[in-house]
C-alpha cells in the first residue's frame, strides 16, 4: 500500500457501524462477514430500534462518548421500527448528522420514498447471497473511509419501475 495523506488519515479513524436488526440469523450473518474481511470489533448489533436509541444515549454519556460512523436500520423491527427509529434519529440534534441506511428485504417505493423524506442516506435490499453480505459490509465499512458512495434514491427508484 502507498502511503497518502488520505490514507493516513483514515488509518487513526475508529469506525464503529450500529446496525439493528430483529433477526438473530441476519445479525449473525452479518458478523460473520465482517469478522471474514478482518473487521470483527467495527459493528455493533442490536435488536431494535429502541436498543438503537438506548444503545446511542450510553455513548453519550460514556467516557469515550464516540457515536457510529453509519447506522444500519432494518425496515421492519417490532417495538421501534426502522422507518420510526430513522425519524428519531432526525430529530435529535446530536444524532441528525449520523448518516443512516435503511437495509431492508421489501422493495416498496413508497416505503423508499419515505425513507428518503426522513433523511436516509439510501436504502439497500438486504442480500440473498454470503458474497453479497461481504460486499454490503465491506462497503459500510468503506463508506465510513469516504471510499464509497452508495446510489442516490432517485437512481434507486428508477431502477425499480
Known amino acids: 500500500m502507498i502511503l497518502t495523506r488520505e490514507n493516513l488519515s483514515n488509518m487513526d479513524k475508529v469506525v464503529k457501524i450500529l446496525l439493528a436488526d430483529d433477526d438473530l440469523e441476519d445479525r449473525f450473518i452479518m458478523q460473520d462477514a465482517f469478522n471474514a474481511i478482518k473487521l470483527p470489533n467495527v459493528p455493533f448489533f442490536v435488536e431494535d430500534g ?7 444515549a450510553a455513548q453519550m454519556h460514556s467516557d469515550e462518548g464516540t457515536l457510529p460512523s453509519l447506522v444500519v436500520l432494518d425496515l421492519n423491527m417490532p417495538r421501534l421500527s426502522g422507518r420510526e427509529t430513522l425519524r428519531e434519529l432526525k430529530n435529535i440534534a446530536h444524532y441528525k448528522d449520523i448518516p443512516v441506511i435503511i437495509f431492508s428485504s421489501s422493495l ?10 426522513l433523511g436516509a442516506l439510501s436504502y439497500m435490499v438486504k ?17 465510513c473511509l469516504s471510499r464509497h458512495s452508495f446510489p442516490e434514491f432517485n437512481s434507486l427508484m428508477d431502477s425499480f419501475k
Do not use: G
Not at 442480500?127 to 459500510?140: D, R
Open 50 to 56: 429502541e436498543k438503537v436509541l438506548e444503545h446511542l
Open 108 to 117: 416498496n417505493e413508497i416505503e423508499m420514498h419515505e425513507c428518503r423524506q
Open 127 to 143: 442480500p440473498f447471497t454470503y458474497e453479497e453480505y461481504l460486499l454490503s459490509a465491506q462497503h459500510f465499512y468503506d463508506f
